[in-house]
């Protein structure tokens, strides 16, 4: 089971950090490159412990839809977020937020594991693994800058 970190270091406060990762308007906006849309559960404003949200994507050439459903939040500090319906087997994903003297540092944890059994092991090696790792530093890289210029 692949298990993706990434840590970010933002010049910005805590709690603008954890609302724009929580912001559904702006995760659409922070994933142009597969076209991300909320179509069902909440689909704009602030997600809260409990909500869920089904999101509609093209990855691979593919449109999919997958559902989560934040499992878990302490106001800015983290929330978790776990896929009840999707492509993969199964995922959960860590947001965490560290108030540090000169901003914030996102941690960001995404545990999945893929389809297919040893078919999907093999596509986690291949190309799965990197595509995630890249699209979740593509994503923390696009709220830093929204964070850092938001006033």
Request: net charge positive; charged share 30%; glycine share 6%.
């Amino acid at each position: 089971m692949p298990i993706i970190k990434y840590k970010q270091h933002i010049k910005a406060p805590v709690n603008i950090c954890f609302d724009l990762a929580r912001n559904v308007d702006i995760h659409t906006k922070t994933t142009g490159k597969t076209k991300e849309k909320a179509v069902d559960g909440v689909t704009h404003g602030l997600l809260e412990d409990g909500d869920s949200v089904t999101w509609e994507a093209t990855h691979f050439g593919i449109k999919q839809r997958l559902t989560a459903k934040i499992t878990y939040m302490e106001k800015y500090k983290k929330f978790e977020d776990v896929m009840i319906r999707g492509a993969f087997h199964s995922f959960i994903h860590r947001h965490q937020f560290v108030e540090v003297k000169d901003g914030t540092l996102m941690i960001e944890t995404f545990e999945y594991k893929s389809p297919f059994g040893p078919i999907g092991w093999v596509a986690d090696k291949l190309f799965l693994e990197k595509y995630m790792t890249d699209f979740i530093i593509s994503r923390v890289r696009a709220l830093k800058t929204l964070a850092e210029n938001t006033k």
